[in-house]
């Protein structure tokens, strides 16, 4: 089976720029998770979906991140307008039921520097 | 909101030795499960240890922790520390419900010396 799939890898962009990471979670996979991680912040949920539902929107992240679930089996964040501050290590995860197994499958990330 | 305080910066031990990484929180939902993450040099994090169970040890690859609600903790512990466990650590808490939550400490790196 597939694991948790990212793209791109590496992303550059410009202040200002919309920039748009991608997932696909492992198959049968119910539930999704957007993180960032930052050498000074550590690692940040971003995003929680459950079956698809919202369940958690990021909070302070909110005013430029937007995670949606197109469908069961693909995922975007989108950062709209991108900051310097935003660079950092996107990670995406999934879960086949995460209040049941609390296991998470992680992706390999996408490194995303602003400029 | 949640709040997850842990051992913060870096944390050397020599091998052999015991080591432990604190972590402290503050919940005003109602918490489900308490975890520590590992993650190891340009590998993805990955759950090392989680519990639900007030005062209940939990095991797993040589570290243990127990929840203690009463003080609000859940240190990582291990007898003696290995080489192979130099990594990053992270706590974390999930906060169950309509309002569903994961909440991370800052982490701590651990590097433990020959």
């Known amino acids: 089976d597939a694991g948790v799939t990212q793209t791109p890898r590496h992303e550059v962009a410009e202040k200002g720029q919309t920039i748009i990471l991608k997932c696909e979670p492992v198959s049968g996979h119910n539930d999704l998770f957007w993180y960032r991680q930052t050498k000074i912040q550590g690692l940040e949920l971003l995003s929680y979906?459950?079956?698809?539902?919202?369940?958690?929107d990021g909070g302070a992240f909110k005013d430029r991140f937007k995670a949606e679930m197109l469908n069961s089996s693909f995922s975007t964040l989108k950062i709209q307008p991108t900051e310097p501050k935003d660079s950092a290590v996107y990670l995406c995860?999934?879960?086949?039921?995460?209040?049941?197994?609390?296991?998470?499958?992680f992706g390999p990330g996408t490194r995303l520097t602003v400029l | 909101g949640d709040s997850v305080t842990q051992t913060e910066g870096l944390v050397t031990v020599t091998e052999g030795l015991p080591v432990k990484l604190n972590c402290t929180y503050q919940?005003?939902?109602?918490?489900?499960?308490f975890f520590w993450y590992v993650q190891y040099l340009n590998e993805a994090p990955q759950v090392l240890l989680r519990s639900s169970t007030d005062n209940k040890r939990t095991e797993h690859q040589g570290f243990h922790a127990t929840l203690h609600k009463s003080s609000s903790s859940f240190h990582l512990q291990k007898s003696s520390a290995q080489l192979s466990d130099s990594a990053l650590y992270y706590c974390?808490?999930?906060?169950?419900?309509?309002?569903?939550?994961?909440?991370f400490g800052k982490g701590t790196k651990l590097s433990v010396k020959s």
């Open positions: 979906f459950r079956s698809k539902s919202l369940m958690e």
């Open positions: 974390a808490l999930f906060s169950g419900g309509s309002n569903a939550k994961l909440t």
């Open positions: 995860a999934s879960s086949l039921d995460w209040g049941v197994s609390y296991e998470q499958y």
């Open positions: 919940t005003t939902y109602l918490t489900i499960a």
